[in-house]
């Protein structure tokens, strides 16, 4: 797999000797691309893993090294483990909430509709927008003396009405809406190519077969859709895993830190309050729960593809 | 389907749909508003008469923002698209050895938390502030050459996926022919490149133009901020009119809307490649 050269061509000794050199060249042309990745994200990476374990917690720099102390005070700390359990909820709520609608988009879009691409791309232009204009618009849209709360009450449904991202118990929710709002459409797009690569054949055998529309679905397509539904997964999971903009537009910390996450977090201790070690740790942290759910996937993937 | 059925199926995809431009329609509505009609318990209430004065307000705020945006995202995705498309041609036809090692070590560049790499990006800013006298911290020109470098891996990947759909006897035809490395990324990659082209550059001008944690740990100067840092300071000030931040907002949003609008096939087609397998 590693080269493609040699055994297709001609023996000549001049080509094949040309062809090294270009080989060597080929290297010595993504050089500069590697060199800076690797310095920008590898390197910075270990820089940021040594502020990490040093003493730098004022605005001067001190990086002698304390071990794992700032490792321990952060999982000690009453702000972190209420981050921690906000991302575990964030994250939950919302794959499910964009695999749900996703799902449920690209099924519908599927059944030969009319006017589909206008749907599509109703469904997909949130994506498009940045964090920052969709959280200011959600503020909002979830300010509870307006916005959704006023329709529910025009339609009659005052008993829906919330105090959305104003009450701790269910703020981290309101910012789950908005985030599905912006990347359900991500799901939906991503079934819709699955479904459209399962043949009409396929189909018309399980119908021929007996089966109803809905075994259909749910015995033969979904199943050849769980791919997907992984690629969706891990995609969907390390945004929600590192999420800050969103949350930043739209609640900020919220109310007793109800909507905090590690990325506002991380944020306001190193660039807020100058304590740069506890705010690399936090870093650290984050990249290590990314690094769990991403670099298994890298390698799923790279190695899936090899033997083309 | 059954006649019942596809109503109710296009009665939850219309009611779906007009959930979906709920914002927006907040957005317009309100931003479309003069000054003296804008209530809060009259948010979905259209505007009795067309008024730009929010427009007109937001504008002159965010006027200066919006250029340092342009400034930033033109550069930014030529530089990035430039390099995708050379290290995609490498890797997908030139594949030397250890190229498949480096390969997947690119990509996780591209799904990194930023912040994982913020302190360090800043000091070293920074340092080559002081020791060469460039100014790359606090300015536009800094936060081009970081969206340039952490935007290589996925153009990278965008272009090695779709160099590896031409023919690798293409290449080798081209080979025997006598063209090297260069003459065939010239004469026979370059000229298919167009699509592959058009992706990036849309995925990048999103991107970059809707980036916020580099922009605001980069850019201190409210004058060199770029627009979302911008808009967040507006939406996040006490004293300005909630209208005039709604149509800050849509201001910001406009560039990758009409974007979206105009190109979303291609638009689709970057999104998709970050999940790898589109």
């Given amino acids: 797999m590693a080269t493609i050269a040699p055994a297709h061509l001609p023996p000549q000794p001049l080509v094949r000797r040309r062809i090294r050199k270009d080989y060597a060249l080929a290297a010595l042309i993504v050089l500069p691309s590697l060199l800076a990745v690797g310095v920008f994200v590898y390197g910075f990476i270990g820089w940021t893993g040594y502020v990490a374990v040093s003493g730098w917690n004022s605005f001067v720099p001190d990086l002698s090294f304390v071990g794992l102390r700032n490792f321990a005070d952060l999982f000690q700390s009453f702000r972190f483990?209420?981050?921690?359990?906000?991302?575990?909820?964030?994250?939950?709520?919302?794959?499910?909430?964009?695999?749900?609608?996703?799902?449920?988009?690209?099924?519908?879009?599927?059944?030969?509709?009319?006017?589909?691409?206008?749907?599509?791309?109703?469904?997909?232009?949130?994506?498009?927008?940045?964090?920052?204009?969709?959280?200011?618009?959600?503020?909002?849209?979830?300010?509870?003396?307006?916005?959704?709360?006023?329709?529910?009450?025009?339609?009659?449904?005052d008993r829906l009405k919330s105090p959305?991202?104003?009450?701790?118990?269910?703020?981290?929710?309101?910012?789950?809406?908005?985030?599905?709002?912006?990347?359900?459409?991500?799901?939906?797009?991503?079934?819709?190519?699955?479904?459209?690569?399962?043949?009409?054949?396929?189909?018309?055998?399980?119908r021929v077969d007996g089966?109803?529309?809905?075994?259909?679905?749910?015995?033969?397509?979904?199943?050849?859709?769980?791919?997907?539904?992984?690629?969706?997964?891990?995609?969907?999971?390390?945004?929600?895993?590192?999420?800050?903009?969103?949350?930043?537009?739209?609640?900020?910390?919220?109310?007793?830190?109800s909507t905090d996450v590690p990325g506002i977090f991380m944020f306001e201790t190193t660039f807020r309050g100058n304590r740069f070690a506890e705010g690399a740790a936090i870093a650290i942290v984050m990249l290590l729960m990314v690094a769990v759910v991403v670099i298994p996937y890298l390698v799923w993937s790279t190695r899936a593809e090899a033997p083309e | 389907m059954r006649r019942p059925a596809r109503i109710f199926m296009y009665l939850l995809l219309v009611t779906l749909a007009?959930?979906?431009?709920?914002?927006?329609?907040?957005?317009?509505?309100?931003?479309?508003?003069?000054?003296?009609?804008v209530s809060l318990s009259r948010m979905w209430e259209p505007p009795s008469r067309l008024s730009l004065d929010s427009f007109a307000q937001a504008y002159r705020r965010l006027a200066p923002n919006f250029r340092n945006s342009?400034?930033?995202?033109?550069?930014?995705?030529?530089?990035?698209?430039?390099?995708?498309?050379?290290?995609?041609?490498?890797?997908?036809?030139?594949?030397?050895?250890?190229a498949d090692v480096v390969f997947p070590l690119l990509l996780f560049g591209m799904f990194i938390p930023y912040q994982s790499v913020l302190i360090p990006l800043v000091q070293f800013?920074?340092?080559?502030?002081?020791?060469?006298?460039?100014?790359?911290?606090?300015?536009?020109?800094?936060?081009?050459?970081?969206?340039?470098?952490?935007?290589?891996?996925?153009?990278?990947?965008?272009?090695r996926n779709y160099y590896a759909s031409v023919p690798s006897e293409v290449v080798e035809a081209a080979r025997i022919d006598g063209a090297g490395l260069a003459g065939t990324y010239r004469h026979v990659i370059l000229p298919l490149s167009m699509p592959g082209f058009v992706v990036v550059i849309i995925w990048e001008v999103t991107q970059v133009w809707n980036e916020f944690l580099f922009a605001v740990a980069?850019?201190?100067?409210?004058?060199?901020?770029?627009?979302?840092?911008?808009?967040?300071?507006?939406?996040?000030?006490?004293?300005?009119?909630?209208?005039?931040q709604m149509a800050g907002a849509l201001l910001a949003a406009l560039p990758p809307l009409l974007v979206y609008v105009f190109l979303g096939r291609y638009f689709l087609r970057g999104l998709l490649a970050g999940a790898l397998k589109g």
């Fill in chain 2, 70 to 98: 342009l400034l930033l995202v033109v550069p930014a995705t030529i530089g990035a698209a430039v390099l995708g498309s050379i290290n995609g041609y490498v890797l997908a036809k030139w594949k030397f050895a250890g």
């Fill in chain 1, 81 to 157: 483990q209420i981050d921690l359990r906000n991302t575990l909820i964030f994250t939950a709520a919302f794959l499910a909430g964009c695999l749900g609608l996703g799902l449920l988009l690209a099924v519908l879009l599927d059944q030969k509709v009319r006017g589909e691409a206008v749907f599509r791309n109703i469904y997909l232009f949130p994506m498009s927008i940045s964090f920052i204009v969709s959280g200011t618009a959600w503020q909002w849209l979830l300010t509870p003396s307006t916005g959704v709360n006023l329709l529910l009450e025009a339609a009659g449904l």
């Fill in chain 1, 211 to 257: 089966a109803s529309e809905w075994q259909l679905y749910r015995h033969v397509i979904l199943p050849l859709l769980t791919p997907i539904t992984l690629s969706a997964v891990i995609v969907l999971g390390h945004i929600s895993l590192k999420i800050f903009d969103l949350v930043f537009a739209m609640t900020g910390s919220g109310p007793a830190f």
């Fill in chain 2, 218 to 244: 980069i850019t201190g100067n409210p004058a060199r901020q770029p627009i979302q840092v911008a808009l967040r300071n507006l939406a996040g000030s006490q004293i300005v009119e909630w209208n005039v």
């Fill in chain 1, 164 to 206: 959305w991202f104003t009450d701790p118990k269910i703020a981290i929710y309101s910012v789950v809406i908005a985030a599905v709002w912006q990347l359900s459409g991500f799901t939906m797009a991503m079934y819709l190519a699955g479904l459209r690569g399962i043949s009409d054949e396929l189909r018309e055998a399980a």
């Fill in chain 2, 18 to 37: 007009l959930g979906y431009l709920l914002p927006v329609y907040v957005l317009v509505n309100n931003g479309l508003k003069s000054f003296q009609e």
């Fill in chain 2, 125 to 159: 800013l920074q340092w080559v502030g002081r020791t060469f006298d460039i100014r790359l911290y606090g300015s536009i020109t800094g936060l081009v050459l970081v969206h340039i470098i952490y935007g290589i891996p996925i153009t990278t990947l965008i272009f």
